[in-house]
């Protein structure tokens, strides 16, 4: 296991150089005229403004030590400041993400809450009714914009019953419960966009494990069918599922950015909105490389779980 | 993720002809898709009226699409303007059409970008496999690791928002993503018989790749330009929702949802209807034909999403 670890945190080397490229690269093809626009945004007008504006992003020097530069700032935290407000980026990110996370943590729980239950349902009553029905809801969910379910919500109720949902952020630690009810809508609309593929999976695996010969054995035994179910099919029907949540999110992270829009939270997705309209590209690039890493650790963390959940599993 | 390849039997290059016969073989084919996979036949009907509709939109919109009537405004769903009109005046039926014709060109022109760019990747990285196929699969996981729609995002920031430019920055997204399934599909062509027979005989690599690989990985290509088509519509529905898509005035379905729509919609809640039916059905009926086409086509990548 441990020689496993090391491995897999090895691995992640050339990906983390290839995705710092990735963003380096876009954010030097800013071209030219950008830079006299955001100027103009950001009331710096002298040419001595834009020596500076031009020498703060680095683009005084030859390319690959402005890499070098670049990432020596990463690694010392420092991802530059904003050009918009002139504070730093990390201390923007840092009001910013917890909120985001907050978002994708409660979506998730709500896509689980419906996935899984729906998922070993639709498996145990396999080609009824009611499987096709799960089904057809959950190729439903896949395709419907959770931009439109979301201005729906906005819509409607307010047209029929004068309500809508709140708009105002409160932090958590403030006011669990005004901050619970102003992020339950847009995390419900991200679970459910998240249950569709969830339950798919969770329907799939568990009739993969039903067909096995160790169910066949707890059931001859005379076990009650339920704990059939909970003991011996859930334990190893859910193992892969936990694969998903890695799988999904970067669809979680995409979704948030809409959902934050529509919804007002002030999360990373809403700061990324606003510093591409100010063209505010030190933020840009923050954003963009902390999501990367942020998507890379989660997908580490779960192949870890997995290799920790399975005990087939040998690496 | 390694993609092991598989000896095994590849499947036909063209829709299986196994019913022969005088009749063609696409006919055969979507006879076959209509008996065994009746929800993915409808689904494929369905975009197929949504891509007629789109074709003809300049023929049938009973209006120009921009065309202001401010005598008309927020005018509810009537006999003249069947879905009713906007916060101009405008008929959203006509706009809904011709939202219809850059759904389907943004669909069309990014998943054909992105079918080539696949092609190309995947074959260079599966067929030479090695170092190079070591550089491109280590790119293409750092490209992945990104979401999306920020890809896009960051994208359309530095390049700017209109349709060349989604359709260029949506084709690379998909393109270098899907190279990982060409390149699977690649790897275990590679291994055939006749593949290794065509090298001994010393063909050049450009006439294996084109008369031997290419025609074997189709399968899995058709698939995955199905599934990409849906999925750019749906993205440059979210960019134009969030305002960095195809600007106005142009009616694009997501653009119809956001902006200055948005406010008016509480007094014209039709006008929050149409362009989100429309965008799910035409996302929905082509995600059921790409996974009927799935099953039929390439019976590897069954239940993989």
Request: aromatic share 8%; glycine share 8%.
């Amino acid at each position: 296991m441990q020689a496993f670890i090391i491995r897999r945190v090895l691995a992640l080397i050339p990906t983390l150089i290839f995705a710092s490229l990735i963003v380096f690269v876009s954010m030097r093809l800013i071209p030219g005229d950008v830079i006299d626009q955001m100027m103009a945004q950001n009331d710096v007008a002298t040419s001595a403004d834009r020596a500076r504006v031009e020498a703060s992003l680095g683009l005084d020097q030859p390319m690959y030590i402005q890499y070098f530069r670049w990432v020596g700032g990463i690694l010392r935290g420092d991802l530059g400041n904003s050009l918009w407000q002139n504070t730093p980026v990390t201390r923007q990110l840092a009001e910013t993400l917890p909120i985001t996370f907050e978002l994708g943590l409660l979506a998730l729980i709500v896509a689980l809450t419906v996935a899984i239950p729906i998922g070993i349902y639709s498996a145990m009553r396999q080609d009824t009714a009611g499987d096709y029905i799960a089904r057809s809801f959950s190729l439903l969910m896949l395709a419907i914009p959770s931009f439109w379910l979301g201005t729906l919500v906005m819509v409607f109720p307010s047209v029929w019953w004068r309500w809508s949902p709140p708009l105002e952020y409160t932090p958590f630690f403030e006011n669990p419960i005004a901050n619970l009810s102003h992020m339950i809508v847009p995390a419900i609309l991200l679970g459910l966009a998240l249950s569709a593929v969830t339950m798919r999976m969770t329907r799939t695996m568990m009739l993969e494990v039903l067909r096995q010969d160790y169910i066949r054995t707890a059931r001859a035994k005379g076990l009650a069918e339920n704990l059939v179910i909970a003991r011996h099919a859930l334990r190893n029907g859910l193992i892969p599922v936990v694969t998903l949540i890695g799988l999904q999110a970067p669809l979680l992270i995409g979704g948030a950015v809409i959902l934050e829009q529509i919804f007002v939270v002030p999360g990373m997705g809403l700061l990324l909105l606003e510093a591409v309209f100010a063209r505010d590209y030190p933020v840009i690039s923050g954003i963009f490389l902390v999501t990367g890493v942020a998507i890379l650790l989660i997908n580490l963390l779960v192949d870890l779980t997995y290799g920790f959940l399975d005990p087939k599993v040998r690496y | 993720m390694t993609d092991t390849a598989l000896p095994k039997t590849m499947p036909e290059t063209a829709p299986s002809p196994l019913v022969a016969g005088a009749r063609h073989p696409i006919v055969a084919f979507i006879q076959r898709l209509i008996r065994e996979k009746p929800l993915g036949a409808f689904g494929g009907g369905l975009f197929l009226i949504f891509l007629v509709c789109g074709l003809l939109a300049n023929i049938i919109a009973p209006y120009a699409a921009n065309e202001t009537n401010m005598a008309l405004r927020l005018e509810a769903p009537s006999l003249s303007h069947w879905l009713g009109t906007d916060h101009l005046g405008r008929d959203l039926l006509s706009r809904v059409l011709i939202g219809a014709q850059l759904s389907m060109m943004v669909g069309f022109l990014a998943a054909g970008l992105a079918t080539v760019v696949s092609i190309v990747l995947g074959l260079l990285s599966g067929y030479l496999g090695g170092r190079t196929d070591m550089l491109i699969q280590r790119f293409v996981d750092a490209w992945m690791i990104f979401p999306d729609l920020l890809l896009l995002i960051v994208v359309v920031s530095i390049v700017g928002s209109g349709m060349p430019q989604i359709v260029l920055v949506l084709g690379l997204l998909y393109g270098i993503g899907g190279s990982r399934i060409v390149r699977g599909a690649v790897i275990s062509v590679r291994e055939n018989m006749y593949t290794h027979a065509a090298q001994s005989m010393g063909a050049r690599t450009l006439y294996i790749l084109w008369y031997h690989i290419l025609p074997n990985v189709m399968p899995v290509v058709i698939v995955l330009f199905t599934t990409r088509v849906g999925a750019a519509i749906l993205a440059e529905a979210g960019l134009s929702f969030l305002g960095l898509g195809v600007p106005p005035p142009a009616p694009t379905w997501g653009g119809m949802l956001s902006g200055d729509g948005r406010t008016y919609m509480y007094m014209a809640p039709w006008l929050a209807i149409a362009p989100g039916v429309c965008l799910t059905i035409v996302v929905y009926s082509i995600n059921v034909f790409g996974d009927a086409l799935r099953d039929l086509l390439d019976p590897r990548m069954r239940g993989s999403r």
